[in-house]
């Protein structure tokens, strides 16, 4: 792995650590701040995606938005017609803003939430997906300008925004997730190698395994843990000390 990876992963895992002793979200958007500051990030949200019969705000976990912005969002009812709320629905995987599809010609309003949104310096950005196993939809938005996105710093950013949300969530909700079925070894161990950003084909050649081995533990660790994707899967791990950062 290169150094700047590991530097990467070293980052995400001591914002990791220190998320666990903080018990309040501000604290939690206060930490937030500092570490994807150092990506370019300036402003973000985590929040819920509304139904039809839900009003966008009441979703809203925490936020670092320009209040014009948000207000201006919430008044024109962009989550309606936002290509990056859109691309979120359906998709698992993060991706940058500028990959969310839209018709110029046809969508008009699409291409009006877009443009609004550079007037508060959010020009460019990254979204993390977030689905429930029970159809809960929910994502990590973030946004600035100059932005540090590349395949070295993606997945450390993946995994602090989706750990960020899920702490964040447990300390709003007051509620402790079920005990898991107990990882092997091996799945711990793909996790421990996963998380620090290791391919499936890296983690067999580590482990003498061949990928589809590797691959099958990484699915039984994610059905376990009962998590979306194998990202998902190591921030819950982590976060029930079945492997260490």
């Known amino acids: 792995m290169e150094s700047a990876s590991f530097d990467h992963a070293h980052e995400a895992f001591a914002f990791v650590e220190l998320l666990e ?36 705000e009441q979703m809203v976990l925490a936020r670092k938005w320009p209040q014009g912005w948000f207000e201006i969002y919430i008044k024109e009812n962009y989550v309606a017609v936002d290509p990056v709320v859109r691309l979120c629905r359906n998709s698992v995987n993060p991706f ?13 309003r699409a291409l009006e939430v877009m443009n609004r949104a550079s007037d508060f310096r959010m020009s460019n950005g990254f979204c993390i997906p977030i689905h429930g196993l029970t159809g809960y939809e929910a994502c990590v938005s973030l946004g600035g300008v100059d932005l540090d996105l590349s ?44 998380a ?50």
């Open 151 to 194: 395949p070295r710093t993606k997945p450390a950013i993946h995994l602090m925004g989706m750990y960020a949300f899920e702490h964040i969530r447990q300390l709003m909700t007051q509620k402790n997730e079920s005990r898991f079925d107990r990882l092997t070894v091996r799945e711990r161990e793909v996790l421990t190698w996963t």
């Open 96 to 108: 940058d803003w500028a990959d969310a599809p839209f018709d110029q010609a046809t969508e008009p």
């Open 196 to 245: 620090v950003g290791k391919t499936a084909a890296e983690v067999a050649e580590i482990m003498n395994l061949s990928k589809r081995t590797v691959d099958e533990y990484s699915v039984r660790a994610a059905r376990k843990l009962r998590a979306q994707n194998k990202t998902h899967a190591v921030v819950k791990a982590l976060q029930q000390r079945l492997i260490s950062p």
């Open 21 to 56: 002793k903080l018990s309040s979200p501000d604290e939690i958007m206060n930490q937030m701040e500092k570490a994807l500051g150092r990506f370019g990030f300036e402003n973000f949200i985590l929040t819920g995606l509304p139904n039809p019969h839900q009003k966008a």
